[in-house]
C-alpha cells in the first residue's frame, strides 16, 4: 500500500497539469521544500485532501484503500463540474478514461461509503431523536423534583448556649447546653399540609428545651415536638384550620406563652384584610379543655401599629389537674407557684399592643401586654395578686450579616395570674418581676450570637437571682 505522500503526488501531479492555479500548504508537517509540497498543496486547495485535527497530513503513513476512495470520489465531482461549467461534450480522453478506470477500481469502496453515509445519517437522526427524548425526561424530571421541593419543605436550628444562673443565696451553676430542632412540611394536596417537628428535650415538657452537655457522651432525648395538619380551604378565603399538635398561631409574648409551647387540639384563625379572629379549643388534660378566643387588627389606623385582645378559659376539670399536678411536680420546671386559690374556672382578660417605625434609620419596635385573671380574690395581700404586665423596646434588625439588635424587657406576673407552666421559665412565670437585656448580631447567613441578662426577684419571697446566656444559633 502506497502512502499518502506517494498518492497525492500522483493525483497532484495529474490535476496540476490542467491547472495553473498556485497553493499552499497549511499542514505543519508538509514545510516548504518537502518534496511532496506542490502536490499537497494543490490537492488541499481544491479540496481534495484533508488533514488531522491537529493540523497534520501524516504523508507517511499508509493510505488505506477507502481514503483512497474518498480522494478519487472528490476529483470525479471536481472534473464533472469542470464539463458543466466549460460547456464541453465530455473532459479530455485521457483524463476520461483514468478517470472511469479509477470509478470502476473503486466501485465497491464508492458503495461501502455510500452506505456508510447513510447509515451516519441514520445513526445522527436517531441520536437527535434519542436526544430529543432525554431532554424531555430531563425537564420532566426537574419538573417532579421543583415539585417535591414545593411540597416537601425541611427546616431546623440548633443553639449553643453558655448559661449562668445565680441566685443570692444557694448554688451558683455555669454550664454548656444545646437545643437541636429539626421538622418539615409537606404539601398533601393545595389546600392540606402535614407538618412535623423533632426537638431536644424529656419526656413530658410542654417546649423543645436545652440538654445540658455533661452525660459522659451517652444518648440525648429527642422526641415529637410538632405533628399536624392545616387545612386552608380555597373556597373559605383568609380562613385557616390546625389540628394536632402544633405551636400556638395567635400573637402571644413570654409573659402568658412561651414562644416554644407546643399546644394540642384545634385551633382556627380567619383573615379579612387587616383583621384577625383565632379560636383555639386545647386538650391539655383527660377531663378539661382551655378556650383561648383573640381578636385584633395589624396596621390599625396607622402603619405600625398592632392591638389584640384575649381572653383565656379552662373549665373546673382541667384547672384542678393543673393544680394537682403543680404541687406535685408533674409540671416539669414550671412549679412557679406558692398560693393556689380554690377557684372552680380560671377566666383572664389580656390587651397586647405594638408599634413598629423608624427613628431616621434606625427601626424600632415598642411593645407590651397586660393580663388580669378575672376569678382573681382580694380577700389579703397574697391572694389578690392577679395581674401581669410586660413590655419591651427593640432597636435595630437582623436581616443581613453584620445586623445587630438590642432590647431591652421589664415584666411582672403575680400568683396565679398567668398558667406559670406555659409561661417563658427563663423570667420566672408566675410570682415574679424581671427586667433584662439581649443584644444579638447576625454573624453570617442564618447564624447569630446573642448575649442576655436577666435579673429576676421573687415577689412573695425576699430573694433574686441573675441569669446570663450566651447563644450561637443557626437555622438550617
Same mark, same amino acid.
Given at each position: ?45 481544491? *479540496? ?107 427546616? *431546623? ?36 399540609? &402535614? ?8 419526656? @413530658? ?71 384577625? &379572629? ?40 382541667? +384547672? ?43 427601626? &424600632?419596635?415598642?411593645? @407590651? ?6 376569678? *382573681? ?12 404586665? +410586660?413590655?419591651?423596646?427593640?432597636? *435595630? ?36 418581676? +424581671? ?40 437555622? &438550617?
Amino acid at each position: 500500500m502506497l502512502n499518502r505522500f506517494v498518492i497525492a503526488s500522483l493525483i497532484g501531479l495529474m490535476t496540476m497539469m490542467a491547472s495553473e492555479t498556485a497553493a499552499f500548504a497549511s499542514f505543519t508537517d508538509v514545510p516548504r521544500g518537502h518534496w511532496a509540497y506542490d502536490a499537497v498543496s494543490y490537492l488541499e486547495s481544491e *479540496g481534495l485532501v484533508t488533514g488531522y485535527p491537529d493540523g497534520t497530513f501524516r504523508g507517511d503513513k499508509q493510505l488505506t484503500r477507502y481514503e483512497f476512495a474518498m480522494v478519487v470520489s472528490r476529483l470525479y465531482d471536481q472534473f464533472l463540474e469542470m464539463v458543466d461549467n466549460s460547456g464541453a461534450s465530455a473532459p479530455p480522453i485521457d483524463t476520461q478514461a483514468i478517470m472511469t478506470m479509477l470509478m470502476s477500481e473503486f466501485e465497491s469502496e464508492f458503495d461501502d461509503l455510500r452506505a456508510l453515509i447513510v447509515g451516519n445519517i441514520e445513526r445522527i437522526e436517531n441520536l437527535e431523536t434519542t436526544s430529543g427524548q432525554t431532554t424531555t425526561a430531563v425537564n420532566q424530571l426537574t419538573g417532579r423534583i421543583d415539585a417535591m421541593d414545593s411540597r416537601f419543605k425541611p427546616f *431546623g436550628d440548633l443553639r449553643l448556649r453558655f448559661e449562668g444562673k445565680y441566685p443570692d443565696t444557694g448554688l451558683q451553676t455555669q454550664r454548656p447546653r444545646y437545643r437541636l430542632r429539626w421538622g418539615f412540611t409537606s404539601a398533601i394536596t393545595p389546600e392540606l399540609t &402535614f407538618g412535623a417537628r423533632f426537638a431536644s428535650g424529656e419526656e @413530658g415538657g410542654i417546649t423543645s428545651t436545652n440538654e445540658t452537655i455533661d452525660d459522659a457522651f451517652g444518648f440525648d432525648v429527642f422526641t415529637i415536638d410538632r405533628a399536624y395538619l392545616q387545612y386552608k380551604p380555597a373556597s373559605v378565603h383568609g380562613f385557616t384550620l390546625w389540628g394536632g399538635k402544633f405551636s400556638p398561631p395567635w400573637v402571644n409574648t413570654p409573659l402568658v406563652w412561651d414562644s416554644d409551647a407546643m399546644v394540642e387540639g384545634l385551633a382556627q384563625h380567619y383573615k379579612s384584610d387587616n383583621f384577625n &379572629f383565632y379560636l383555639g379549643e386545647l386538650i391539655p388534660s383527660k377531663e378539661g379543655y382551655y378556650l383561648v378566643a383573640q381578636a385584633g387588627a395589624d396596621d390599625l389606623f396607622v402603619d405600625g401599629l398592632r392591638a389584640y385582645v384575649t381572653y383565656h378559659y379552662i373549665n373546673d376539670k382541667c +384547672w384542678q389537674w393543673i393544680q394537682a399536678d403543680m404541687e406535685s411536680g408533674k409540671l416539669r420546671n414550671r412549679m412557679r407557684f406558692d398560693v393556689l386559690n380554690d377557684m372552680d374556672d380560671y377566666r383572664a382578660f389580656e390587651v397586647y399592643g405594638s408599634y413598629t417605625g423608624n427613628a431616621g434609620d434606625m427601626p &424600632f419596635t415598642i411593645e @407590651g401586654n397586660y393580663l388580669k385573671n378575672l376569678e *382573681g380574690t382580694a380577700e389579703d395581700a397574697e391572694s389578690g395578686w392577679q395581674q401581669a404586665a +410586660w413590655a419591651q423596646l427593640s432597636i *435595630g434588625n437582623m436581616r443581613n450579616p453584620g445586623d445587630w439588635k438590642l432590647s431591652a424587657e421589664w415584666g411582672k406576673a403575680q400568683a396565679n395570674s398567668v398558667l406559670s407552666w406555659l409561661t417563658d421559665a427563663d423570667r420566672g412565670s408566675g410570682d415574679h418581676e +424581671w427586667w433584662g437585656t439581649n443584644w444579638s448580631y447576625r454573624l453570617m447567613k442564618n447564624t447569630d450570637f446573642s448575649v442576655t441578662y436577666l435579673s429576676i426577684d421573687r415577689i412573695s419571697k425576699d430573694s433574686s437571682e441573675d441569669i446570663i446566656q450566651v447563644d450561637i444559633s443557626t437555622k &438550617f
